[in-house]
């Protein structure tokens, strides 16, 4: 089974401060996902890859960048935290179905 | 403007009986669409893919319709169980024409089955 590892179930850290969310696949996907999800709000993407060193925003990329230096690490970057970044979030890697991690829950105090 | 609608935040029904969850999207010609289970504090996991060219899927205790002149999805759950209670999302295709194969989700219904 394909495997998406995100590094930390729970983060707290300070108003700007610079976050590191790490996401590792087993599988050799080319695509991956870095989503977050709030209540009412669902899953918003927020920036995708498709293959190294590429990158693409998605809906609502402002205030977070990323890095996609080998094809099985894709990590989110926020530059410098803000209390509405607090929320849950997914990475994801995909052929087709997508395959997601476990999440990140991040604080932001 | 793109929207995806799941008609239901949540929805209850009693153990035995057949859940049905609905997708209805406009301003999309999806390729194809997804369903994905959620539990509680948990990543989504993926269930199943229908193409834009088959009506019908199947899963075990699972059925997918995919209606594109509707512009609508069937998610349903024949003898439900309680374990089956989760939010279930749907997801379709936005390909950004780089084989990205980008999806766009809806917000999800959130399924109980009531013993």
């Known amino acids: 089974d394909v495997k998406v590892t995100q590094s930390s179930r729970y983060l707290v850290k300070r108003t700007g401060e610079k976050v590191f969310l790490e996401c590792v696949q087993d599988?050799?996907?080319?695509?991956m996902f870095w989503y977050r999800q709030d209540p009412g709000l669902g899953l918003r993407l927020i920036y995708f890859?498709?293959?190294?060193?590429?990158?693409e925003k998605g809906d609502i990329p402002e205030g977070y960048s990323v890095s996609r230096e080998k094809k099985e690490r894709f990590s989110l970057i926020l530059e410098s935290a803000s209390t509405n970044q607090t929320s849950m979030y997914l990475c994801?890697?995909?052929?087709?179905?997508?395959?997601f991690g476990s999440g990140t829950r991040l604080t932001v105090v | 403007s793109q929207k995806i609608e799941q008609n239901s935040e949540a929805l209850n029904i009693q153990e035995g009986k057949t859940a049905t969850l609905t997708c209805n999207y406009t301003?999309?010609?999806?390729?194809?669409l997804q369903w994905y289970r959620q539990d509680p504090g948990r990543g989504p996991v993926f269930l199943l893919l229908?193409?834009?060219?088959?009506k019908e899927k199947r899963k075990e205790r699972l059925k997918v319709t995919f209606d594109t002149t509707l512009k609508q999805s069937l998610f349903h759950i024949t003898a439900s169980q309680p374990a089956d209670s989760a939010t279930y999302l749907c997801?379709?295709?936005?390909?950004?024409?780089?084989?990205?194969?980008?999806?766009?989700f809806g917000k999800g219904t959130k399924l109980s089955v009531i013993p």
């Open positions: 994801a890697s995909s052929a087709r179905g997508y395959t």
């Open positions: 599988m050799d996907h080319e695509n």
């Open positions: 890859s498709y293959d190294v060193k590429m990158k």
């Open positions: 301003n999309y010609s999806p390729a194809y």
């Open positions: 229908i193409r834009e060219n088959e």
């Open positions: 997801a379709l295709d936005v390909g950004s024409g780089a084989g990205s194969y980008q999806l766009t």
